[in-house]
């Protein structure tokens, strides 16, 4: 019994140390930030993988190519109206109607 006294009195400050460091853990943990883990998780989001990126950089390229599609069809049934309207002046005027398939197509080839 005698050695436990002390060794109690020599290293009661390590002993008490020990006890703080403890108590400061649990006391961060327990009580930390409002809403604790569950805000953590909401507001971390994990490192993109090198295959997420490049699956986003494909579908960028899908979505350009998916509009330039429809950019051109646009204007190709806007050039067709064009063209139809030419032909049907054509049916009374033919002359007049090859000098505008002349210019249109100059125009727009």
């Keep these: 019994m005698k050695s436990v006294l002390r ?15 403890i108590f400061t853990v649990l006391w961060k943990l327990l009580t930390g930030k409002r809403g604790g883990a569950e805000s953590i998780a909401t507001t971390f989001d ?19 190519g998916e ?6 069809k646009t204007v190709a049934q806007e050039q067709i109206k064009q063209i139809e309207a030419i032909e049907a002046k054509g049916k009374t005027e033919p002359k007049v ?3 505008e398939l ?6 727009n080839l």
Aim: aromatic letters at 10%.
């Design 7 to 21: 060794f109690v009195r020599k290293w009661w400050w390590a002993a008490l140390v020990v006890l703080a460091i």
């Design 97 to 99: 109607a090859r000098k």
């Design 67 to 72: 509009v330039e599609k429809a950019k051109t």
């Design 102 to 107: 002349a210019d249109f197509l100059a125009a």
């Design 46 to 64: 994990p490192p993109k993988t090198l295959v997420d990126k490049a699956r986003d950089q494909v579908e960028k390229v899908h979505l350009e």
